[in-house]
């Protein structure tokens, strides 16, 4: 081995200078003034308690944070499992090339080109029994369907909603996914005589892994975020049928003015967003992979 | 296994008017069973369109392909039960090399332990049985390769294994040694071979039989001896060899003598030549250096001498013609600039005209 001896220089140090105030501005003093909040008790800008744990410990035993949490959890477990076979399918079913592929890809992306307001305006009215197509239909089918009565109803079309609106992302990527596959692989599976599943289950899955990863950490995070479109389309009711977490959040800091609370569940949220998005990474990472089986056999 | 009979033409643009339309020219060709053929050509010959109509990847716009005498024009490779091995590696990646290897089979639903038998024999000849159960995903670039060769040889029943440039991914000197196993394997195996390459070398050492491609046309077949002894066509000529054969543009008179310019170069015997102009092409391998300024050998200027390994390689100028000379390693060559006096008419020699092989 060489015995330079490597001159300390410690005038790198302003070099990254750069990046740690970018990062501080961007995102850690806005954290700590969330943690600040999280463990005081601010009576008012000159009056502040010191409380310790204490709204942490109340925020995990509020009954109506769980079951937003698990209203939550149920909504984003939908929409993964619905969205991300669906928008594979879409996009296996795309043209490949020519004007169409141009001309389908441009409609399929349409939903993605809206407010999100405006897709819950645009649900509330088309779910209106009276005067929206899609509840006068079910209605004029003899279905008794009304998204402000029924929470099933509400429920189950808000996450018609978001369905509708972001499938589309994933069949975007899943398509580009698919399109990155050399035209080789297609000829060889069909020399070696390989069915449509053996050429998807052995060529496309395994060559969208990666796009499909990025698609459901995206819908993941998207979907365990979600605010405006139900409450535009349903105001988190009946009751609080559709209030997800972000909802919920939004009730305690601006509705009822808990910010102590509120900060403490902020940080909850985030770290339960992190740790999915963590398990989840390292699940898709391996799945596929097959690394520990072929150990063994 | 199958004896292949191609009648067809090929244009991928919807409408043809011209030659120029065509990716394959009309032509009738007979691949018998159990041969070992190269499609020889420049990119852009057609050969990989050949090999794809072979295989029923591309259907031909004009005519049929038969396998034993019946039409198969428009099946698919499955049914053609057809064998293809592509220039660049194709794995699956989630699967071992052996399953890799057994994924023909299993589509077919082979016995298992029939499968067993047969990736087992394969792996040994390509090298691969250490790595059975490795994932083929994280193997090089030449593992894959092997793969994708192993894939195409496990079927013991097909019709016909194609190659389309399997070793451009390949190391040189791997390379060798994968052509010498390809070779074994066919002997071994005894299924028909059709490889195409851009490299001559590979397709000499490989095929027993060559066909030579040249924009859509296959202008010569033959072994390797027939296309460096008698090339048909002054394409073959110049695109066999290494350098190709010289050509230069001579003079039959009415006495049957040649003359190139002002110069006669001999009467050859027991050929009759048509009077008027021809291409004579001659070997760097068969030229010499005359000694003296004897008869019938026409002068030249040296312009260039270099070492080639086991041989040396003249360069010299006859008129405005650039010309090739190979000489022994241990002879003294002439200095550059020096005159030297060619034999250009021998029993070596070849004449052509309007490109065809005359004489």
């Given at each position: 081995m060489s015995?330079?001896?490597?001159?300390?220089?410690?005038?790198?140090?302003?070099?990254?200078?750069?990046?740690?105030?970018?990062?501080?501005?961007?995102?850690?003093?806005?954290?700590?003034?969330?943690?600040?909040?999280?463990?005081?008790?601010?009576?008012?800008?000159?009056?502040?308690?010191?409380?310790?744990?204490?709204?942490?410990?109340?925020?995990?035993?509020?009954?109506?944070?769980?079951?937003?949490?698990?209203?939550?959890?149920?909504?984003s477990g939908a929409v993964l499992a619905i969205e991300i076979p669906l928008g594979v399918a879409l996009a296996l079913s795309m043209p490949a090339r020519s004007w169409r592929a141009s001309a389908v890809l441009v409609i399929v992306s349409l939903s993605l080109l809206i407010p999100w307001n405006v897709v819950g305006t645009i649900w509330q009215i088309f779910g209106r029994t009276d005067i929206g197509l899609f509840g006068w239909t079910l209605a004029r089918l003899g279905l008794d369907y009304s998204y402000v009565g029924n929470p099933v109803h509400a429920w189950l079309t808000v996450l018609l909603m978001d369905v509708w609106h972001w499938t589309p992302l994933v069949a975007l990527?899943?398509?580009?996914?698919?399109?990155?596959?050399?035209?080789?692989?297609?000829?060889?599976?069909?020399?070696?005589?390989?069915?449509?599943?053996?050429?998807?289950?052995?060529?496309?899955?395994?060559?969208?892994?990666?796009?499909?990863?990025?698609?459901?950490?995206?819908?993941?995070m998207d979907s365990f975020m979600i605010y405006t479109e139900p409450?535009?389309?349903?105001?988190?009711?009946?009751?609080?049928?559709?209030?997800?977490?972000?909802?919920?959040?939004?009730?305690?800091?601006?509705?009822?003015?808990?910010?102590?609370?509120?900060?403490a569940f902020s940080l909850i949220y985030f770290l339960i967003i992190l740790m999915f998005c963590f398990v989840l990474y390292n699940w898709m990472l391996r799945v596929g992979t097959r690394d520990s089986e072929a150990a063994h056999d | 296994m199958a004896r292949i009979e191609l009648q067809l033409a090929h244009s991928y643009a919807r409408t043809v008017r011209s030659d120029a339309d065509y990716a394959l020219l009309p032509l009738d060709i007979v691949f018998e069973d159990g041969g070992a053929y190269a499609l020889l050509g420049p990119s852009g010959c057609g050969k990989t369109t050949m090999l794809n109509i072979i295989s029923g990847l591309v259907t031909p716009s004009h005519g049929a392909i038969r396998f034993d005498g019946v039409d198969r024009t428009r099946a698919t490779p499955q049914e053609?039960?057809?064998?293809?091995?592509?220039?660049?590696?194709?794995?699956?990646?989630?699967?071992?090399?052996?399953?890799?290897?057994?994924?023909?089979?299993?589509?077919?639903?082979?016995?298992?332990?029939?499968?067993?038998?047969?990736?087992?024999?394969?792996?040994?000849?390509?090298?691969?049985?250490?790595?059975?159960?490795?994932?083929?995903?994280?193997?090089?670039?030449?593992?894959?390769?092997?793969?994708?060769?192993?894939?195409g040889l496990v079927r013991p029943d097909v019709s016909a294994v194609l190659f389309d440039e399997p070793l451009t991914v390949?190391?040189?000197?791997?390379?060798?040694?994968?052509?010498?196993?390809?070779?074994?394997?066919?002997?071994?195996?005894?299924?028909t071979l059709i490889y195409v390459t851009h490299d001559q070398v590979e397709a000499m050492t490989f095929a027993d039989q060559v066909l030579v491609m040249a924009r859509g046309r296959v202008v010569q077949q033959g072994t390797p001896a027939d296309l460096f002894e008698r090339p048909r066509h002054t394409f073959v000529g110049h695109f066999i060899g290494s350098p190709g054969?010289?050509?230069?543009?001579?003079?039959?008179?009415?006495?049957?003598?040649?003359?190139?310019?002002?110069?006669?170069?001999?009467?050859?015997?027991?050929?009759?030549?048509?009077?008027?102009?021809?291409?004579?092409?001659?070997?760097?391998?068969?030229?010499?250096?005359?000694?003296?300024?004897?008869a019938d050998t026409v002068p030249a200027t040296v312009t260039q001498v270099r070492h080639v390994g086991t041989s040396q390689l003249l360069g010299a100028r006859v008129g405005d013609r650039d010309v090739k000379v190979h000489l022994p390693a241990d002879a003294e060559p002439p200095a550059e600039g020096a005159i030297v006096r060619l034999a250009l008419v021998g029993p070596h020699t070849r004449y052509y005209r309007n490109e065809e092989l005359v004489g």
């Open positions: 015995a330079i001896v490597k001159p300390v220089n410690q005038k790198a140090w302003w070099l990254i200078l750069p990046v740690i105030l970018c990062v501080a501005f961007s995102a850690i003093i806005p954290l700590m003034t969330v943690v600040n909040y999280s463990v005081q008790d601010i009576i008012s800008p000159d009056n502040a308690v010191f409380v310790g744990t204490e709204w942490f410990t109340s925020i995990m035993r509020d009954e109506d944070l769980h079951a937003a949490l698990w209203r939550q959890l149920l909504f990527l899943a398509y580009a996914g698919l399109q990155s596959i050399p035209e080789a692989y297609y000829q060889a599976a069909s020399i070696d005589g390989a069915s449509k599943w053996a050429v998807f289950r052995y060529i496309q899955l395994p060559k969208m892994r990666g796009v499909l990863m990025i698609a459901v950490l995206l819908r993941f409450f535009v389309l349903t105001g988190g009711g009946p009751g609080n049928s559709t209030t997800f977490l972000s909802q919920y959040l939004t009730q305690k800091a601006i509705g009822q003015f808990d910010m102590g609370p509120a900060a | 053609r039960n057809i064998a293809q091995v592509f220039q660049f590696p194709v794995i699956y990646d989630t699967m071992t090399v052996g399953e890799n290897l057994a994924f023909p089979l299993r589509n077919r639903k082979v016995p298992a332990d029939r499968i067993r038998e047969r990736v087992g024999r394969i792996a040994e000849m390509l090298d691969l049985s250490g790595q059975l159960d490795q994932r083929a995903a994280n193997l090089a670039a030449d593992a894959k390769q092997k793969i994708s060769l192993g894939r390949i190391d040189p000197h791997l390379k060798w040694e994968l052509r010498r196993k390809l070779k074994q394997i066919h002997h071994e195996l005894g299924l054969m010289n050509l230069l543009p001579v003079e039959v008179r009415a006495d049957g003598a040649i003359w190139l310019g002002g110069q006669r170069l001999g009467r050859p015997e027991a050929l009759a030549l048509p009077v008027g102009p021809l291409t004579l092409g001659i070997r760097p391998e068969y030229l010499r250096l005359a000694s003296g300024d004897g």
